[in-house]
């Protein structure tokens, strides 16, 4: 007979009691399941104890109305079907419940393994530095808080031992699962109102949480019973960011971007970094899965269905797709040029990979030249194990600057904004090659005297970006 190796208490209708209440023991600090209409679900996790409230599905109305002041254009508004319950789990995951999984495991975060570190908090902005980790995000944090610093495929890990633990199914939630759960029944901006004011009762943000984060569980749950879910950090969704459908649907999951856009992940409820339009119910926000940083964070779902098997002694299962993930295919032939200056540098890394690494530069367009880019001669690149360093000391915060490079064999290309500072640092989860900067959207710094874009516009080429923000934008650490 196999021992069990979890204990699973359902929580009744019962405990329907206040947070403060709830925190018995400093080792335990997570508030109860407040809502008294929806059943609860305690799992423990080895020494710490995660907790869910159930959602029961339904149809609910996704996005927001163009009559909405804040309406972005990827809110397009649609029904959409939750075809099934699932259990949230009620706060982000905090700091002592994911310190419990690398003290078992003895998991290392892609900001440990990696030489750049992660991008954590200078007490002004998000600044990249080796000696940012969840461990240490630039601001003071006890157990009590929700986890940051983690990357897609370091949720992930977090999930596949809790579910070898628990000996049920625990994930990330999609999309469509998160926002049905954060609306909690309602229809306006924000769980809890359609006033910025209100919004301020029920999430932590940029005008009343300070310089970090905050211990989960302090501001008003919704109906379900659910703590945090606008503001505090960012949470990690399974969905590749993309844009609705224009139709009704049943539990939808993005997989694949939209053409010519670069691969990245959805994340849900806004952060204490912005402002409370970022966590309305229908906000959305995506980065790339390799960004680890101190504005991002999770939180897991269970599903009543078998666990994917995975050995207890085995390290957590490492996310593949944040390091290879599914590319456009490469532009149609262009008899302007080939770029055969990039391939002398291709060979030495051996036959294995030219094959697909020549294809790419053979068959792809040559980069824009003339008005409309700058000169990219005036950005320089260098290499690290996990990325690259752009160096552009000319370009103010908010340049945007197009990249290629190989990584495993295969080509990435995104376009990511410059940080302040001479260098900003260009995650690609393995050691970049034939790195080339293509194009330079640039913003200049006062004094700069190089070469200079007239008008400084993007390509025709470029993705497609949200509109700004009212608040001067400086870019984010990768890719958002």
């Known amino acids: 007979m196999r021992l069990p190796q979890v204990f699973v208490v359902a929580l009744a209708v019962a405990l329907g009691v206040s947070s403060s209440s709830a925190r018995t023991s400093a080792k335990d600090p997570l508030p109860a399941i407040s809502d008294a209409g929806a059943e609860g679900l305690a799992v423990s996790v080895g020494t710490e104890m995660l907790r869910f409230a159930r959602i029961a599905g339904g149809t609910f109305s996704q996005g927001s109305p163009a009559s909405d002041p804040n309406h972005e254009a990827d809110e397009l508004q649609r029904n959409v079907t939750v075809g099934h319950a699932f259990y949230l789990q009620t706060t982000p995951v905090t700091k002592g419940q994911y310190a419990a999984f690398v003290a078992e495991t003895s998991y290392r975060t892609e900001a440990e393994r990696g030489e750049s570190g992660g991008s954590g908090w200078n007490g002004s902005e998000l600044v990249q530095k080796k000696e940012y980790t969840w461990k240490n995000p630039g601001f003071a944090q006890t157990d009590d808080h929700p986890v940051v610093l983690v990357t897609y495929a370091d949720a992930v890990s977090f999930t596949s031992w809790a579910s070898a633990k628990s000996g049920r199914t625990i994930r990330l939630p999609t999309e469509a699962e998160y926002e049905l759960a954060t609306r909690g029944g309602t229809t306006t901006a924000w769980y809890g109102g359609d006033a910025a004011s209100e919004a301020l009762e029920i999430g932590w943000f940029k005008s009343n949480a300070g310089n970090g984060t905050r211990p989960v569980g302090l501001k008003k749950p919704n109906a379900f019973g659910l703590y945090d879910m606008a503001g505090n950090v960012y949470e990690w969704c399974t969905d590749v960011y993309a844009p609705y459908e224009a139709r009704d649907v049943t539990d939808p999951q993005a997989k694949m971007p939209a053409a010519g856009e670069p691969f990245r992940r959805v994340l849900r409820g806004g952060s204490w970094l912005k402002e409370p339009k970022r966590g309305r119910s229908a906000a959305r926000y ?78 792809r367009k040559r980069p824009a030249t003339g008005p409309g880019t700058s000169g990219t001669d005036a950005v320089q690149t260098r290499p690290a194990t996990d990325g690259f360093y752009v160096v552009a000391p000319g370009l103010a915060p908010g340049s945007r600057v197009r990249y290629e490079c190989i990584v495993n064999g295969m080509p990435v290309s995104d376009v990511i904004p410059t940080a302040s500072g001479p260098e900003t640092f260009v995650y690609t989860g393995g050691t970049p090659a034939a790195i080339r900067i293509v194009e330079v959207v640039a913003v200049y710094a006062a004094g700069y005297r190089g070469p200079v874009a007239s008008p400084p516009v993007r390509a025709a080429h470029a993705p497609t970006r949200r509109a700004p923000d009212p608040e001067p934008f400086l870019g984010y650490p990768r890719a958002y």
Not at 304 to 332: G, H, L, Q, W
């Open 286 to 363: 995506r980065n790339t899965p390799g960004s680890r940083n101190a504005d991002n964070g999770f939180r897991v779902l269970i599903v009543d269905e078998p666990p994917a098997p995975m050995a207890t002694d085995a390290p957590p299962v490492r996310n593949p797709d944040s390091f290879n993930p599914p590319k456009a295919p490469p532009a149609p032939p262009d008899s302007s040029g080939s770029g055969f200056g990039a391939l002398t540098l291709l060979f030495v890394g051996g036959v294995g990979v030219c094959i697909p690494i020549l294809l790419f530069f053979v068959l």
